[in-house]
């Protein structure tokens, strides 16, 4: 079965610092791969998605993804973060054909102002 | 558009009560339903998920069931709730057929058994 794994459970940054979350998945074959985040008191909503061709994927509120197959990860940046973008982040994968996701830990991510 | 409901929003039960945790999306037919519990530092765990009417496919073998009366309804139930049925559980829908569309979630429904 296959597995997601997320490094760092929580995440503590300053306003403007950059942010790299590592995402790493455990199947060999072609995948789909999701960020999604959760902000305080909020639904669970997508960032971005990577499906196929350029590895470098954009989302909104200037999130990016890049997709690195050799390594089977697909770690979230930004190079400037904001103190709204203090929440939960969640990668996810699933498999071309399954209906199912499978979800990592997620990381907690408080941006101090 | 689309959209998605979860009811109650808060719910505390005693244990060895009964539950029922109800879904409803709107707007769209024929959705891939899912329920899926969120544990703090342990992400979203898939439960049950269904691809239509009656149909149940469940990940985790456990306490709840789940069932799909209708399209657009999905229920999560227990006959009994146990201490450890306690948390935050979350409702999503995506369209049919290719694997790349996007799971919408609901706005979950956090149990707490005592």
């Known amino acids: 079965a296959q597995s997601v794994s997320q490094h760092n459970h929580h995440v503590i940054l300053s306003e403007a610092a950059s942010l790299e979350l590592g995402c790493n998945y455990s199947y060999g074959g072609t995948v789909n791969l999701f960020w999604y985040v959760q902000y305080p008191g909020q639904h669970l909503q997508l960032l971005l998605k990577y499906f196929s061709g350029d590895p470098l994927v954009k989302g909104i509120k200037g999130f990016e993804a890049e997709f690195i197959k050799s390594k089977f990860s697909f770690n979230l940046r930004k190079p400037s973060v904001q103190w709204s973008d203090t929440a939960e982040y969640f990668c996810?994968?699933?498999?071309?054909?399954?209906?199912?996701?499978?979800f990592g830990k997620g990381t907690m991510l408080l941006v101090s102002p | 558009s689309q959209t998605i409901h979860q009811w109650p929003a808060t719910l505390v039960q005693p244990v060895g009560s009964p539950l029922s945790l109800e879904c409803t999306v709107e707007?769209?037919?024929?959705?891939?339903l899912y329920w899926y519990r969120q544990a703090a530092g342990r992400g979203l765990q898939l439960l049950f998920y269904?691809?239509?009417?009656?149909?149940i496919s469940s990940e985790v073998p456990q306490n709840l069931s789940a069932s799909r009366p209708q399209d657009r309804q999905f229920i999560l139930s227990s006959k009994k709730l146990l201490l450890s049925d306690s948390g935050f559980y979350l409702c999503?829908?995506?369209?049919?057929?290719?694997?790349?569309?996007?799971?919408?979630f609901g706005p979950g429904t956090r149990l707490l058994v005592l």
């Open positions: 996810a994968v699933n498999r071309p054909g399954y209906s199912t996701l499978t």
């Open positions: 269904s691809v239509g009417i009656g149909q």
């Open positions: 707007g769209t037919s024929n959705p891939n």
């Open positions: 999503a829908w995506r369209r049919t057929g290719n694997s790349r569309e996007t799971q919408y």
